[in-house]
Protein backbone atom coordinates (compact mmCIF):
# COMPACT_ATOMS: atom_id res chain seq x y z
CA UNK A 1 0.00 0.00 0.00
CA UNK A 2 1.03 3.62 -0.78
CA UNK A 3 0.68 5.66 2.21
CA UNK A 4 -1.51 8.34 2.50
CA UNK A 5 0.88 10.24 4.35
CA UNK A 6 4.00 10.63 6.39
CA UNK A 7 6.60 12.77 8.10
CA UNK A 8 9.96 13.62 6.33
CA UNK A 9 12.96 13.58 8.75
CA UNK A 10 16.08 15.25 8.35
CA UNK A 11 19.91 14.58 9.70
CA UNK A 12 19.71 17.58 11.74
CA UNK A 13 16.57 16.26 13.46
CA UNK A 14 18.44 13.15 14.57
CA UNK A 15 21.37 15.57 16.22
CA UNK A 16 18.88 17.74 17.78
CA UNK A 17 16.97 14.95 19.40
CA UNK A 18 21.06 14.17 20.52
CA UNK A 19 21.43 17.00 21.50
CA UNK A 20 19.04 17.07 24.47
CA UNK A 21 19.40 13.19 25.25
CA UNK A 22 23.27 14.33 25.93
CA UNK A 23 22.37 17.31 27.77
CA UNK A 24 19.72 15.61 29.94
CA UNK A 25 17.00 18.74 28.47
CA UNK A 26 14.24 16.47 27.14
CA UNK A 27 11.62 17.97 29.11
CA UNK A 28 9.29 21.44 28.60
CA UNK A 29 12.27 23.62 29.36
CA UNK A 30 15.37 24.33 26.89
CA UNK A 31 16.54 26.17 24.43
CA UNK A 32 14.82 24.30 21.22
CA UNK A 33 11.76 25.58 22.58
CA UNK A 34 12.22 28.71 22.37
CA UNK A 35 13.96 28.51 19.10
CA UNK A 36 11.12 26.67 17.37
CA UNK A 37 8.43 29.49 18.65
CA UNK A 38 11.10 32.37 17.62
CA UNK A 39 11.73 30.95 14.04
CA UNK A 40 7.99 29.62 13.33
CA UNK A 41 6.99 33.03 14.26
CA UNK A 42 9.62 34.52 12.52
CA UNK A 43 8.48 31.94 9.04
CA UNK A 44 4.89 33.44 9.33
CA UNK A 45 5.31 37.08 10.21
CA UNK A 46 3.59 36.88 13.82
CA UNK A 47 5.30 38.51 17.12
CA UNK A 48 5.02 35.71 19.40
CA UNK A 49 4.84 32.03 18.99
CA UNK A 50 3.61 29.85 22.29
CA UNK A 51 4.55 26.35 21.85
CA UNK A 52 2.04 23.54 23.14
CA UNK A 53 1.11 19.66 23.11
CA UNK A 54 -1.04 19.51 19.78
CA UNK A 55 -3.14 21.59 17.68
CA UNK A 56 -6.38 21.27 19.31
CA UNK A 57 -4.72 22.33 22.47
CA UNK A 58 -3.80 25.06 20.41
CA UNK A 59 -7.30 25.83 19.35
CA UNK A 60 -8.53 25.79 22.96
CA UNK A 61 -6.01 28.08 24.24
CA UNK A 62 -6.28 30.62 21.47
CA UNK A 63 -10.08 30.86 22.22
CA UNK A 64 -9.76 30.65 25.83
CA UNK A 65 -7.21 33.98 25.43
CA UNK A 66 -10.68 35.74 23.94
CA UNK A 67 -12.31 35.78 27.83
CA UNK A 68 -15.62 34.68 25.93
CA UNK A 69 -18.72 34.50 28.16
CA UNK A 70 -21.70 32.23 27.66
CA UNK A 71 -23.93 34.15 24.73
CA UNK A 72 -20.49 34.98 22.65
CA UNK A 73 -20.38 33.96 19.06
CA UNK A 74 -17.48 32.33 16.81
CA UNK A 75 -18.03 31.55 13.38
CA UNK A 76 -16.17 29.35 11.74
CA UNK A 77 -16.90 26.72 8.85
CA UNK A 78 -18.92 23.86 9.13
CA UNK A 79 -16.27 21.81 6.88
CA UNK A 80 -13.38 21.44 9.67
CA UNK A 81 -11.59 19.19 11.97
CA UNK A 82 -14.16 18.44 15.32
CA UNK A 83 -10.74 20.90 17.30
CA UNK A 84 -12.67 23.73 16.03
CA UNK A 85 -15.75 23.67 16.96
CA UNK A 86 -14.79 21.92 20.47
CA UNK A 87 -12.83 24.64 21.06
CA UNK A 88 -15.76 27.10 21.07
CA UNK A 89 -17.89 25.26 23.31
CA UNK A 90 -15.02 24.80 25.68
CA UNK A 91 -14.40 28.16 25.62
CA UNK A 92 -18.02 28.85 26.87
CA UNK A 93 -18.90 30.12 23.62
CA UNK A 94 -21.11 29.26 20.73
CA UNK A 95 -20.30 27.65 17.30
CA UNK A 96 -21.90 29.64 14.61
CA UNK A 97 -21.23 27.75 11.58
CA UNK A 98 -21.13 29.14 7.78
CA UNK A 99 -21.07 26.75 4.56
CA UNK A 100 -17.68 26.05 1.96
CA UNK A 101 -16.90 27.87 -0.77
CA UNK A 102 -17.65 25.38 -4.10
CA UNK A 103 -14.71 26.06 -5.59
CA UNK A 104 -11.81 26.15 -2.57
CA UNK A 105 -13.69 23.96 0.21
CA UNK A 106 -13.16 26.64 2.39
CA UNK A 107 -15.70 29.12 4.53
CA UNK A 108 -18.07 30.61 1.96
CA UNK A 109 -17.08 34.69 2.54
CA UNK A 110 -20.80 35.83 1.83
CA UNK A 111 -21.92 33.61 4.29
CA UNK A 112 -19.87 34.91 6.91
CA UNK A 113 -20.60 38.09 6.06
CA UNK A 114 -24.58 37.56 6.84
CA UNK A 115 -24.15 35.71 10.28
CA UNK A 116 -22.35 38.38 12.04
CA UNK A 117 -24.45 39.69 14.57
CA UNK A 118 -24.51 41.47 17.87
CA UNK A 119 -22.94 38.41 19.97
CA UNK A 120 -20.40 37.59 17.57
CA UNK A 121 -16.95 37.82 19.21
CA UNK A 122 -14.50 36.20 16.59
CA UNK A 123 -14.20 34.35 13.12
CA UNK A 124 -12.24 31.29 12.99
CA UNK A 125 -11.10 30.90 9.35
CA UNK A 126 -9.70 27.18 8.48
CA UNK A 127 -7.11 27.29 5.34
CA UNK A 128 -8.68 23.72 4.22
CA UNK A 129 -6.04 20.84 2.61
CA UNK A 130 -3.26 23.53 1.96
CA UNK A 131 -5.52 26.18 0.17
CA UNK A 132 -5.71 29.53 1.71
CA UNK A 133 -9.30 31.01 2.35
CA UNK A 134 -9.96 34.15 0.88
CA UNK A 135 -8.72 36.22 3.76
CA UNK A 136 -9.23 40.00 2.84
CA UNK A 137 -12.85 40.15 2.99
CA UNK A 138 -12.57 38.27 6.01
CA UNK A 139 -10.26 40.95 8.06
CA UNK A 140 -12.23 43.55 6.61
CA UNK A 141 -15.61 42.27 8.20
CA UNK A 142 -13.91 41.61 11.56
CA UNK A 143 -12.24 45.48 11.29
CA UNK A 144 -15.56 46.49 10.59
CA UNK A 145 -17.23 44.85 13.16
CA UNK A 146 -14.59 44.58 15.87
CA UNK A 147 -13.78 41.13 15.90
CA UNK A 148 -10.84 38.95 16.50
CA UNK A 149 -9.52 36.89 13.94
CA UNK A 150 -8.42 33.52 14.84
CA UNK A 151 -6.72 31.64 12.04
CA UNK A 152 -6.51 27.23 11.55
CA UNK A 153 -3.59 26.98 9.53
CA UNK A 154 -3.07 23.23 11.03
CA UNK A 155 -3.30 22.35 7.31
CA UNK A 156 -1.35 25.03 5.50
CA UNK A 157 2.12 25.54 6.59
CA UNK A 158 3.69 27.60 4.25
CA UNK A 159 0.76 28.85 1.89
CA UNK A 160 0.39 32.16 1.07
CA UNK A 161 -2.61 34.52 0.56
CA UNK A 162 -1.78 37.55 -1.67
CA UNK A 163 2.13 36.35 -1.03
CA UNK A 164 1.76 36.98 3.07
CA UNK A 165 1.77 33.15 4.45
CA UNK A 166 -1.00 31.91 6.15
CA UNK A 167 -0.98 32.26 10.30
CA UNK A 168 0.47 35.39 9.75
CA UNK A 169 -2.52 37.14 8.75
CA UNK A 170 -5.48 37.12 11.84
CA UNK A 171 -4.69 38.52 15.21
CA UNK A 172 -4.13 34.96 16.41
CA UNK A 173 -3.17 31.49 14.27
CA UNK A 174 -3.08 28.07 15.40
CA UNK A 175 -0.94 25.34 14.36
CA UNK A 176 -0.37 21.31 14.46
CA UNK A 177 2.45 19.26 14.15
CA UNK A 178 1.07 16.00 14.18
CA UNK A 179 3.00 13.48 11.85
CA UNK A 180 0.54 13.83 8.85
CA UNK A 181 1.22 17.72 8.89
CA UNK A 182 3.78 19.50 6.58
CA UNK A 183 6.17 19.92 9.24
CA UNK A 184 5.83 17.51 11.91
CA UNK A 185 7.48 16.82 15.80
CA UNK A 186 5.34 14.15 16.23
CA UNK A 187 2.74 15.55 17.98
CA UNK A 188 2.67 19.21 18.48
CA UNK A 189 1.01 22.56 17.89
CA UNK A 190 1.43 26.27 18.38
CA UNK A 191 -0.15 29.12 18.82
CA UNK A 192 0.73 32.59 17.24
CA UNK A 193 0.16 35.70 18.66
CA UNK A 194 0.70 39.57 17.41
CA UNK A 195 -0.37 40.94 21.23
CA UNK A 196 2.19 40.33 23.91
CA UNK A 197 -1.02 40.21 26.17
CA UNK A 198 -2.34 37.57 24.34
CA UNK A 199 0.94 35.80 24.66
CA UNK A 200 1.59 36.12 28.03
CA UNK A 201 -1.60 34.72 28.62
CA UNK A 202 -1.53 31.35 26.16
CA UNK A 203 2.19 30.99 27.98
CA UNK A 204 0.40 31.04 31.33
CA UNK A 205 -2.41 29.29 30.62
CA UNK A 206 -0.36 26.59 29.02
CA UNK A 207 1.72 26.52 32.23
CA UNK A 208 -1.01 25.69 34.89
CA UNK A 209 -1.19 29.11 35.59
CA UNK A 210 1.52 29.44 38.12
CA UNK A 211 1.39 32.50 40.51
CA UNK A 212 4.08 35.08 39.22
CA UNK A 213 4.66 36.41 43.21
CA UNK A 214 3.92 33.25 45.11
CA UNK A 215 4.32 30.28 42.56
CA UNK A 216 1.95 27.43 44.07
CA UNK A 217 -1.25 30.32 44.34
CA UNK A 218 -3.43 30.15 41.09
CA UNK A 219 -5.34 32.91 40.49
CA UNK A 220 -6.75 31.21 37.18
CA UNK A 221 -7.19 27.60 35.99
CA UNK A 222 -4.83 26.72 33.89
CA UNK A 223 -3.57 23.37 31.62
CA UNK A 224 -0.60 21.45 30.99
CA UNK A 225 -0.44 21.88 27.45
CA UNK A 226 3.59 21.94 27.50
CA UNK A 227 5.48 20.80 24.05
CA UNK A 228 8.92 18.86 25.32
CA UNK A 229 12.51 20.20 23.86
CA UNK A 230 12.81 17.20 21.77
CA UNK A 231 9.92 17.57 20.43
CA UNK A 232 10.87 21.00 19.65
CA UNK A 233 14.20 19.93 18.61
CA UNK A 234 12.17 17.89 15.81
CA UNK A 235 10.41 21.14 15.30
CA UNK A 236 13.65 22.96 14.62
CA UNK A 237 14.78 20.66 11.99
CA UNK A 238 11.75 20.79 10.43
CA UNK A 239 11.63 24.66 9.99
CA UNK A 240 14.66 24.44 8.65
CA UNK A 241 13.44 21.32 5.69
CA UNK A 242 9.79 23.56 4.80
CA UNK A 243 11.47 24.53 2.04
CA UNK A 244 12.26 20.97 0.78
CA UNK A 245 8.60 19.77 2.39
CA UNK A 246 6.63 22.52 0.43
CA UNK A 247 8.48 21.89 -2.93
CA UNK A 248 7.18 18.09 -2.84
CA UNK A 249 4.21 18.89 -1.61
CA UNK A 250 3.56 21.60 -4.57
CA UNK A 251 5.39 18.94 -7.35
CA UNK A 252 2.97 16.13 -5.79
CA UNK A 253 -0.26 18.57 -6.37
CA UNK A 254 0.61 19.45 -9.71
CA UNK A 255 1.74 15.61 -11.03
CA UNK A 256 -1.81 14.28 -9.68
CA UNK A 257 -3.40 17.47 -11.60
CA UNK A 258 -1.16 16.88 -14.89
CA UNK A 259 -2.25 12.93 -14.86
CA UNK A 260 -6.34 13.43 -13.71
CA UNK A 261 -7.13 17.01 -15.45
CA UNK A 262 -9.92 15.93 -17.99
CA UNK A 263 -11.49 13.49 -16.23
CA UNK A 264 -15.25 14.27 -15.91
CA UNK A 265 -15.84 12.31 -13.08
CA UNK A 266 -13.43 14.25 -10.84
CA UNK A 267 -13.02 18.05 -9.47
CA UNK A 268 -9.69 18.46 -8.74
CA UNK A 269 -8.55 20.96 -5.73
CA UNK A 270 -8.23 24.46 -7.01
CA UNK A 271 -5.64 26.97 -6.47
CA UNK A 272 -7.28 30.58 -6.78
CA UNK A 273 -5.19 33.00 -8.10
CA UNK A 274 -4.50 34.77 -5.21
CA UNK A 275 -3.34 31.53 -3.65
CA UNK A 276 -0.20 29.63 -2.89
CA UNK A 277 -1.36 26.38 -1.94
CA UNK A 278 0.73 23.41 -0.18
CA UNK A 279 -1.89 20.93 -1.24
CA UNK A 280 -1.34 19.32 2.40
CA UNK A 281 -3.74 16.61 0.93
CA UNK A 282 -4.66 15.84 -2.23
CA UNK A 283 -8.60 15.81 -2.46
CA UNK A 284 -10.45 14.50 -5.22
CA UNK A 285 -14.56 14.73 -5.12
CA UNK A 286 -16.79 12.64 -7.62
CA UNK A 287 -19.03 13.95 -9.50
CA UNK A 288 -22.69 13.90 -9.01
CA UNK A 289 -23.49 11.12 -12.02
CA UNK A 290 -21.33 9.27 -10.85
CA UNK A 291 -23.50 6.15 -9.27
CA UNK A 292 -21.71 6.29 -5.86
CA UNK A 293 -20.12 7.70 -3.14
CA UNK A 294 -17.02 8.41 -1.83
CA UNK A 295 -16.85 5.31 0.35
CA UNK A 296 -17.78 3.27 -2.28
CA UNK A 297 -15.25 4.78 -4.46
CA UNK A 298 -12.95 4.17 -1.28
CA UNK A 299 -13.50 0.71 -1.22
CA UNK A 300 -12.50 0.23 -4.85
CA UNK A 301 -9.61 2.45 -5.22
CA UNK A 302 -8.59 0.07 -2.20
CA UNK A 303 -8.81 -3.28 -4.23
CA UNK A 304 -6.87 -1.53 -6.64
CA UNK A 305 -4.02 -1.19 -3.66
CA UNK A 306 -4.95 2.60 -2.94
CA UNK A 307 -5.00 3.43 -0.04
CA UNK A 308 -7.76 6.94 0.37
CA UNK A 309 -9.00 9.10 3.41
CA UNK A 310 -12.44 10.24 3.76
CA UNK A 311 -13.37 14.19 4.00
CA UNK A 312 -14.87 15.86 7.00
CA UNK A 313 -18.38 15.64 8.33
CA UNK A 314 -19.65 18.77 8.79
CA UNK A 315 -19.83 20.23 12.26
CA UNK A 316 -23.85 20.46 11.96
CA UNK A 317 -23.93 16.61 11.26
CA UNK A 318 -21.88 15.66 14.49
CA UNK A 319 -23.97 13.98 17.31
CA UNK A 320 -21.52 15.41 20.16
CA UNK A 321 -23.60 18.84 19.34
CA UNK A 322 -26.44 17.31 17.85
CA UNK A 323 -27.21 15.94 21.52
CA UNK A 324 -25.99 19.52 23.01
CA UNK A 325 -29.24 21.14 21.02
CA UNK A 326 -26.70 23.15 18.36
CA UNK A 327 -27.15 23.13 14.77
CA UNK A 328 -30.75 21.90 14.86
CA UNK A 329 -32.32 21.61 11.64
CA UNK A 330 -29.45 23.37 9.71
CA UNK A 331 -27.99 22.34 6.24
CA UNK A 332 -24.98 23.04 4.63
CA UNK A 333 -25.29 21.70 1.18
CA UNK A 334 -21.61 22.77 -0.03
CA UNK A 335 -20.09 20.60 2.55
CA UNK A 336 -22.65 17.50 2.96
CA UNK A 337 -21.75 17.20 -0.90
CA UNK A 338 -18.31 17.27 -0.09
CA UNK A 339 -18.60 15.01 2.87
CA UNK A 340 -20.19 12.48 0.70
CA UNK A 341 -18.42 12.81 -2.50
CA UNK A 342 -14.69 14.05 -1.79
CA UNK A 343 -11.67 11.77 -0.23
CA UNK A 344 -8.19 12.54 -0.68
CA UNK A 345 -5.66 10.68 -2.14
CA UNK A 346 -2.25 9.37 -0.95
CA UNK A 347 -0.25 12.63 -0.28
CA UNK A 348 2.90 11.66 2.06
CA UNK A 349 5.99 13.84 1.20
CA UNK A 350 8.23 10.96 0.25
CA UNK A 351 5.64 9.76 -2.18
CA UNK A 352 7.82 9.18 -5.94
CA UNK A 353 6.69 9.92 -9.54
CA UNK A 354 5.79 5.68 -9.87
CA UNK A 355 3.55 5.96 -6.73
CA UNK A 356 1.65 9.32 -8.47
CA UNK A 357 1.49 7.59 -11.59
CA UNK A 358 0.13 4.06 -10.15
CA UNK A 359 -2.34 5.85 -8.27
CA UNK A 360 -3.76 7.98 -11.14
CA UNK A 361 -3.94 5.27 -13.32
CA UNK A 362 -6.07 3.38 -10.28
CA UNK A 363 -8.04 6.21 -9.91
CA UNK A 364 -8.40 6.56 -13.87
CA UNK A 365 -9.57 2.41 -14.37
CA UNK A 366 -11.76 2.59 -11.19
CA UNK A 367 -13.76 5.24 -12.96
CA UNK A 368 -13.88 4.22 -16.49
CA UNK A 369 -15.58 0.80 -15.39
CA UNK A 370 -18.03 2.73 -14.13
CA UNK A 371 -19.23 5.00 -15.96
C1 LIG B 1 -4.86 18.40 12.44
C2 LIG B 1 -5.75 19.58 12.63
C3 LIG B 1 -6.00 20.12 13.90
C4 LIG B 1 -5.66 19.41 15.18
O1 LIG B 1 -4.36 19.12 15.38
P1 LIG B 1 -3.92 17.96 16.40
O2 LIG B 1 -2.47 18.22 16.57
O3 LIG B 1 -4.21 16.66 15.73
O4 LIG B 1 -4.67 18.15 17.67
C5 LIG B 1 -6.72 21.29 13.98
N1 LIG B 1 -7.21 21.88 12.89
C6 LIG B 1 -7.04 21.37 11.65
C7 LIG B 1 -7.63 22.09 10.49
C8 LIG B 1 -6.32 20.18 11.48
O5 LIG B 1 -6.18 19.65 10.26
Not at 46 to 63: I, K, P, Q, W
Not at 127 to 139: A, E, Q, T
Not at 203 to 229: D, K, S, W
Not at 357 to 370: F, G, K, N, P, T
Request: a neutral charge; charged letters at 25%; hydrophobic letters at 45%.
Amino acid sequence: MIPVCEPLLSEAARRYVDECLRTGWISSAGRFITEFEERWAAYCGMDHGVAVSNGTAALELALEALDLTPGDEVILPTFTIVSCALAVVRARATPVLVDSDPVTWCLDVAQLRARIGPRTRAIMPVHIYGHPVDMDPVLELARAHGLTVVEDAAEAHGATYKGRRVGGLGDLSCFSFYANKIISTGEGGMVLARRVEHADRLRALRNLCFGAERRFVHAAAGHNYRLTNLQAAIGVAQVESIDEHLRRKRWMGRAYSDRLRGLAQLTLPAEAGWARSVYWMYGVVLADDVGYDAAEFARRLRQEGVETRPFFVGMHEQPVFRERGLFAGERYPVAERLSRRGLYLPSGLTLTEAQVEAVSQAVRQVLERSS
